[in-house]
């Protein structure tokens, strides 16, 4: 609830949100760059989501939206995600992890440290991590969070395994302990980053001036567990986006408009 006071754009009394994910097509199999909901929350949410997450974000939980169903639409099949790096384990972006067992699941020791401990935050912290989400999944990589190698003044964890050097994980605290960006480098020498949920609106990031809807200004600072670096953190992305525009294209987990924009939606 809360229409463009939330969202900045919608009409009606509802705002709308996102789960961004990105599918990479590899030499070497499909990397997934989080995972959205997936199909065991789209059959039992009341299990697998806090009823305090389902009533105030009221997601839309249809199985045609899911990750494993749009991957099955382009013809692939879930064995083909052979690597799977989230940049957090909150309900939103890692309940799809089970749906592709086969997986490689990507993450920073830091975050996993505290999902499994569900240290997110006084108020979320028994809501926002939902264990139940991956406590099947067997086969882990956990990184350092920070002192790595630079990329664009942002520390960077290299050479994933398994997964080609063009992918990188950015640590970018704040939003949770262990959160991080997805750096992609495409064919053509440009960057793809996925900030998750360093900001949650465009405006934030575009611009002289960063702007947010107060609604989601009170959401984030709602699930921030260090508000100090998360502010910080956005600052830099925001420089980024200024500075390096021409070599770096920037997206966050649930803006509509970044959305459609690089789907190609009208």
């Known amino acids: 609830m809360g229409g463009r006071l939330f969202d900045g754009y919608s009409r009606g009394l509802s705002a709308h949100l996102v789960c961004h994910c990105l599918l990479i097509e590899t030499n070497d199999g499909l990397v997934l760059i989080d995972t959205g909901y997936g199909s065991q929350d789209i059959t039992r949410p009341r299990e697998r989501l806090s009823d305090f997450f389902l009533a105030l974000n009221r997601p839309q939980?249809?199985?045609?939206?899911?990750?494993?169903a749009q991957i099955r639409r382009l013809g692939f099949a879930p064995a083909d995600v052979r690597h799977i790096v989230v940049t957090h384990l909150d309900f939103d972006h890692a309940g799809g992890i089970e749906d592709f067992p086969n997986a490689r699941i990507h993450v920073t020791a830091r975050e996993k440290e505290v999902a499994d401990q569900r240290r997110g935050g006084v108020f979320v912290s028994r809501k926002r991590y939902r264990p139940q989400q991956w406590d099947e999944a067997a086969n882990w990589s956990l990184y350092p969070f920070g002192g790595g190698e630079r990329w664009f003044g942002f520390d960077a964890v290299r050479d994933l395994e398994g997964l080609p050097p063009e992918?990188?994980?950015?640590?970018?605290?704040?939003?949770t302990w262990g959160h991080a960006g997805i750096a992609v480098q495409e064919d053509d020498g440009r960057w793809l980053f996925y900030a998750g949920d360093a900001y949650f609106h465009h405006g934030e990031i575009n611009g002289e001036h960063r702007t947010c809807p107060p609604g989601l200004r009170g959401y984030q600072r709602l699930m921030q567990v260090d508000a100090d670096a998360r502010m910080a953190n956005q600052r830099r992305v925001h420089t980024l986006s200024t500075d390096h525009a021409d070599a770096v294209r920037i997206f966050c987990a649930h803006d509509l408009v970044e959305f459609q924009a690089l789907a190609g939606a009208p």
């Open 61 to 68: 939980l249809l199985t045609e939206e899911t990750a494993v």
């Open 167 to 175: 992918i990188l994980l950015i640590p970018l605290a704040g939003h």
